[in-house]
């Protein structure tokens, strides 16, 4: 990834975000993360305000990891919870409880994150109304900067997409699944969150830059195994495979050769996909917004 980093190194290009995720990087030793940031501040421009992100799974941290995180420059952490209810949890297979959770979301607030995101699911299999509201009321509670709220995408080769197709687990009905939709988004919006994009909730002034940079149709690049990148109209990611991803650094092979180009873009593909991602977002597409951007 280092070499990944360094061959994109551009000290004129102003980084507003980063975002360390994908998997569960928690999981490893906090002195990798603080390499990783260290060496892309060393090879672009990272603005002094960046918002620094990295996710965070409930039973994978502890002080001593956190308090790397925050000397390395990490001020916002965003923790994958999906249910405050053990049985749901257990049954999409997750290997943490809330109480797990509880445990990781205290630390944080103990070693100084002032901004944080939690991760809630709705129409999972056995999901009631009842009981996403509770989870709700329990995370309202706990006041944490960012909300997202996400409905259920089945992903091949999890153990709930199994599930599902052995007709162990049924789907929830459409008509249920908007329900819970309209209840998160009332309930959220009363609580001073402020509903600024589809999937996103966040208090004054704490709507996620990243998302927004992806929504706005900015330039990205993504370093990591299977990681994607937009940059000049050009959506393209890295190889899957960990081995191949590896010996092109170490026997150093031409980068190319470990990239999938996936779309290049006209003029025309620019603008119909800049007001599809603008329409996630709440206050929808200024007209001034697409003149600037595609009059310049």
Same mark, same amino acid.
């Given at each position: 990834?280092?070499?990944?980093?360094?061959?994109?190194?551009?000290?004129?290009?102003?980084?507003?975000?980063?975002?360390?995720?994908?998997?569960?990087?928690?999981?490893?030793?906090?002195?990798?993360?603080?390499?990783?940031?260290?060496?892309?501040?060393?090879?672009?421009?990272?603005?002094?305000?960046?918002?620094?992100?990295?996710?965070?799974?409930?039973?994978?941290?502890?002080?001593?990891?956190?308090?790397?995180?925050?000397?390395?420059?990490?001020?916002?952490?965003?923790?994958?919870?999906?249910?405050?209810?053990?049985?749901?949890?257990?049954?999409?297979?997750?290997?943490?409880?809330?109480?797990?959770?509880?445990?990781?979301?205290?630390?944080?607030?103990?070693?100084?994150?002032?901004?944080?995101?939690?991760? +809630?699911?709705?129409?999972?299999? &056995?999901?009631?109304?009842?009981? *996403? =509201? #509770?989870?709700? %009321? !329990?995370?309202?509670?706990?006041?944490?900067?960012?909300?997202?709220?996400?409905?259920?995408?089945?992903?091949?080769?999890?153990? +709930?997409?199994?599930?599902?197709? &052995?007709?162990?687990?049924?789907? *929830? =009905? #459409?008509?249920? %699944? !908007?329900?819970?939709?309209?209840?998160?988004?009332?309930?959220?919006?009363?609580?001073?969150?402020?509903?600024?994009?589809?999937?996103?909730?966040?208090?004054?002034?704490?709507?996620?830059?990243?998302? *927004?940079?992806?929504?706005?149709?900015?330039?990205?690049?993504?370093?990591?195994?299977?990681?994607?990148?937009?940059?000049?109209?050009?959506?393209?990611?890295?190889?899957?495979?960990?081995?191949?991803?590896?010996?092109?650094?170490?026997?150093?092979?031409?980068?190319?050769?470990?990239?999938?180009?996936?779309?290049?873009?006209?003029?025309?593909?620019?603008?119909?996909?800049?007001?599809?991602?603008?329409?996630?977002?709440?206050?929808?597409?200024?007209?001034?917004?697409?003149?600037?951007?595609?009059?310049?």
């Amino acid at each position: 990834m280092l070499p990944r980093i360094k061959n994109n190194g551009n000290l004129r290009i102003p980084i507003t975000t980063i975002y360390i995720g994908g998997g569960t990087p928690s999981f490893i030793e906090p002195e990798y993360i603080e390499t990783i940031i260290k060496t892309i501040k060393e090879n672009f421009c990272v603005k002094e305000n960046a918002e620094i992100t990295i996710e965070v799974n409930p039973g994978t941290v502890t002080n001593e990891k956190l308090q790397v995180y925050r000397r390395s420059g990490i001020n916002r952490l965003s923790i994958g919870l999906q249910s405050t209810d053990n049985n749901l949890l257990k049954q999409i297979g997750r290997i943490y409880t809330y109480e797990q959770f509880l445990d990781t979301y205290n630390l944080a607030r103990k070693a100084g994150f002032k901004n944080i995101n939690v991760d +809630l699911m709705l129409a999972l299999p &056995n999901q009631t109304i009842e009981v *996403l =509201d #509770d989870s709700l %009321e !329990r995370i309202i509670k706990l006041e944490p900067e960012h909300i997202s709220v996400y409905s259920l995408i089945l992903e091949e080769e999890t153990k +709930l997409f199994d599930l599902v197709k &052995n007709k162990e687990l049924d789907l *929830l =009905d #459409d008509d249920i %699944e !908007r329900n819970m939709y309209w209840t998160t988004k009332e309930k959220l919006q009363r609580s001073g969150y402020n509903h600024y994009e589809i999937s996103n909730f966040a208090k004054k002034g704490y709507e996620s830059k990243h998302n *927004l940079n992806c929504w706005n149709q900015e330039e990205y690049i993504g370093v990591g195994l299977a990681a994607h990148s937009y940059v000049g109209g050009i959506r393209y990611s890295n190889t899957e495979n960990l081995n191949e991803y590896i010996n092109t650094f170490r026997l150093g092979e031409n980068i190319k050769d470990i990239i999938t180009i996936h779309e290049k873009q006209s003029i025309d593909d620019k603008q119909k996909e800049y007001m599809i991602l603008g329409l996630r977002k709440i206050e929808g597409v200024k007209i001034s917004d697409f003149k600037n951007k595609f009059t310049r």
